[in-house]
């Protein structure tokens, strides 16, 4: 039964029969308004817009065949249903000219009260069957016209196309205007390389109704795209297939994320091989350099000298290992914490020098510095900003063959930039290979011969460093063979003239002769070997494991300086420094940290416990003596 809400127009100029029919439709529980012409019936429908219009054909004003055909043509009643009834022009040739008028059913008197009840309930049943196919249209448009994938849909077997979504316009960059008048010119946009294979599938629409590919198109701009095409056969009533339907989606930025995966998966495998390899290469030197240490006979000191030479090399190449595999760990947690101050730049680029002089002396580079006639400032940390230029060195010694020539040129870019370039003669980098030259554990092709040398940690960390500072590192290189070029712009604080002062990597030192250095350390080991160096050097070394008895030896031995282990066991190697700081007696000593913690973080407490310098184990001879002297 259709809902009491249901509004039916009644037309009819008899009383009587208008009556009768009223009365039926009320007692089927439909609301009923009654007209006795055409032109109420016109205006009534108007204003009521009713589900239906029973609608008697002979009519004193106008004919009941020209009310029906005029609701039907306005756009805004088109959809009231009519339905024709007349008790004179009962024939079928009547009946014909009626539904051709735009009835959408003709009864004929007399009319039982079944049968109109029957006929209204089956024409609002079809009203309502369309109404719901319509909203599922709409629903369907709004929401294919609001994905980003495209969905079509095709006749099968004929492949017309029924529907394509907008989407269409953006993925293949051609208009769908274009693809109605050819249905199969989607095919021009696919990739040279896939296009048989998708021919082939398109010609096969009619048999195959479906498949799941993944093809190349090339859009507008020429650009390759990946898609993944899904194909459904969408069936009648019967089973039959009549039309197929596809949903094409754009996962480039997928295929590029897997690429990306391939890539990292390969380098991490290659970032293992080469860690152990590392790591292991060290040690074979170090056994066999501790086995001469205990040498005697002829040229046992020349062979001891050698030994420890070896030692400190390899035990220097292992340390730089850990603290690139630490800096890493820093960058990825997002831990790395730069100690800005204002930097004067010569000062760093001979740090620099200095740390990566050792292997382009013994790779017998010749090495040659060029720098601007005034003194250049930027703001930054000094430490990180002269590891980053001293890694681009070290890299450049490294893969340069032997007595090769290696150019570092500090230039002002404008007045705001300033370019620090390391250029060699070196193996090169091929073309293909500058795009991810700066990767997490990306590295240079090495020849066949030779093992890949370092992590390939370093250029990724240098480059995030100067990001850090505000500046960018590029690379360039003419190819394979062809030598490379790292460029490292910052931003520049300000420029000042030299004040004639000596290069401090000009600086000549004086021996230690004279000066007393109390070391403080539970690793025994450490501390007598360190005491040892010290004293071959000319410095008067006292040595202790006890933390208690810093101040009594120190007020004892009067030091002028105290390298003091942070982490002892029992006690806060910062609170010792700041008693120190407090003592008068011994306030005036300079306090040198030797730790085994060298984050920023860590450098900072040294410093705010009142530390003058802060090295890091195991640390270098040169460093330690610079420490000393301050």
Known sequence: MIAHTTQILN???????????TRILQSAGFQVTEAANGTDALDLVKRMVPALVLLDVKLPDINGIEVC???????????????????????RADKIRGLEGGADNYLAAPIEADELIANVNALLRMRQTQVDLRDSEERFR?????????????SVPGRELVYVSPAYAAVWGRSAESLRQQPGGWLDAVHPDDRVMMTRRWEALAEEHHYDAEFRILDAAGQTRWVRDRLFPVRATRGEVYRVARVTSDITARK???????????????????????LRNPLSPIRNA???????????????????????????HLAHLVDDLLDVARISEGKIVLREEEVDLGAVISQAIETAGPLISARGHRLEVVKPDQQVWVRGDSVRLAQSIGNLLHNAAKFTPKHGEILLSVSLAGEERVR?????????IAEDNLPRIFGMFAQVAVPPDRAPEGLGIGLSLVSHLIELHGGRLSADSAGIGMG???????????????????????AVREDGAGMRVLLVDDNIDAMEMMGFLLGEMGYEATTTADASQIETLALRHKPHVIVLDIGLPGVDGYEVARRIKRNPALSRIRLVAHTGYGSP??????????????????AELQDLEKALRG
Do not use: C
């Not at 501790?290 to 220097?316: K, N, P, S, Y």
């Not at 973080?601 to 184990?617: M, S, T």
């Open 142 to 154: 709004q929401l294919t016209d609001n994905i980003d994938d495209v969905f079509w849909m095709f």
């Open 484 to 506: 490379s070029t790292f460029t490292v712009e910052l931003p520049v604080l300000r420029v000042t003239q030299h004040s004639g002062a000596q290069d401090e990597d000009a």
């Open 69 to 91: 055909r005029r609701i039907k043509a306005d756009p805004e009643t088109s959809s009231v249903l009519v339905l024709q009834t007349s008790a004179a022009l009962t024939g």
């Open 256 to 278: 590029e994320m897997e690429a990306l995966l391939r890539v990292a998966d390969s380098n991490k495998n290659q970032f293992l091989a080469t860690l152990a390899h590392e």
């Open 290 to 316: 501790a086995a001469l240490l205990g040498a005697t006979g002829e040229g046992a000191a020349e062979h001891q000298a050698r030994a420890r030479e070896v030692i400190t090399r390899q035990v220097d």
């Open 420 to 428: 620090i370039s390391v250029r060699d003669n070196g193996i090169g």
């Open 601 to 618: 973080e860590d450098r900072r407490r040294a410093q705010e416990a009142g530390f003058d310098a802060h090295l890091v184990k195991p």
């Open 11 to 21: 037309v009819d100029d008899n009383d009587g029969a208008r009556y009768a029919k």
